[in-house]
């Protein structure tokens, strides 16, 4: 059973840059896809990246060009590499992981069965 824990959410200023990560365990294979999701108050679950075994990404068109999605199978770890943030990326943003090789719809929640805690990002000044 795969646990999913993420990390390095914290304060950053408009125009900052972040990083956070998701350490997955209980799941020794290399062929998952895993995303990276975000719910801020008042709006509904959104798909920010995903990522599959082949390490072929998909992003949702408000991060395209600022957020990088990228995984080291290695360490069991999943990235997401965030930069010109602005207050609209305002969120908790959760990680998530599914023991499927591939995935048409890599933002769709529904394509995954386990989901980390989350960790909160705020942009702000």
């Known amino acids: 059973e795969a646990q999913l824990v993420e990390s390095g959410g914290g304060l950053v200023q408009p125009g900052g840059s972040l990083r956070v990560s998701c350490t997955a365990s209980?799941?020794?294979?290399?062929?998952?896809?895993m995303g990276w999701f975000r719910h801020a108050s008042g709006n509904d679950r959104e798909g920010v990246a995903g990522?599959?075994?082949?390490?072929?990404?998909s992003y949702a068109d408000s991060v395209k060009g600022r957020f990088t999605i990228y995984r080291n199978n290695a360490r069991s770890t999943l990235y997401l590499s965030m930069s010109r943030l602005t207050p609209e990326d305002t969120a908790m943003y959760y990680c998530?992981?599914?023991?499927?090789?591939?995935?048409?719809?890599?933002?769709?929640?529904?394509?995954?069965?386990?989901w980390g805690q989350g960790t909160q990002v705020t942009v702000s000044s």
């Open positions: 209980g799941y020794t294979e290399t062929k998952y896809i």
């Open positions: 990522i599959d075994s082949e390490h072929l990404t």
């Open positions: 998530a992981f599914d023991p499927r090789p591939w995935s048409f719809t890599l933002l769709e929640p529904g394509q995954y069965s386990h």
